[in-house]
């Protein structure tokens, strides 16, 4: 599997430093919105949790690896308010 850099943002443009959750797990943040960082190729489920701890901002998006992808150019990742 390939990874890919991903950039998560907020419908709203607010939340910049919340963790961000990738396909379920809660335990570990794959990255923060507004930060790129790096998530394997296909199908993924972008969340961020409430405090307490339910989702209140996902995207479910399939990530494909553009040929200029990089932490300078990722692939943008829009949250929409309790899922997407």
Request: proline share 7%; aromatic share 8%; charged share 15%.
């Amino acid at each position: 599997m390939v990874n890919c850099w991903v950039k998560v943002v907020r419908s709203d443009g607010n939340g910049t430093g919340d963790d961000v959750f990738v396909n379920g797990n809660y335990v570990d943040p794959a990255g923060a919105i507004g930060t790129a960082f790096l998530v394997a190729t296909g199908g993924n489920i972008f969340e961020t949790l409430a405090a307490d701890q339910s989702v209140d901002w996902a995207m479910t998006q399939t990530i494909t690896r553009p040929p200029d992808n990089s932490r300078r150019k990722p692939v943008p990742v829009t949250l929409q308010p309790g899922g997407s």
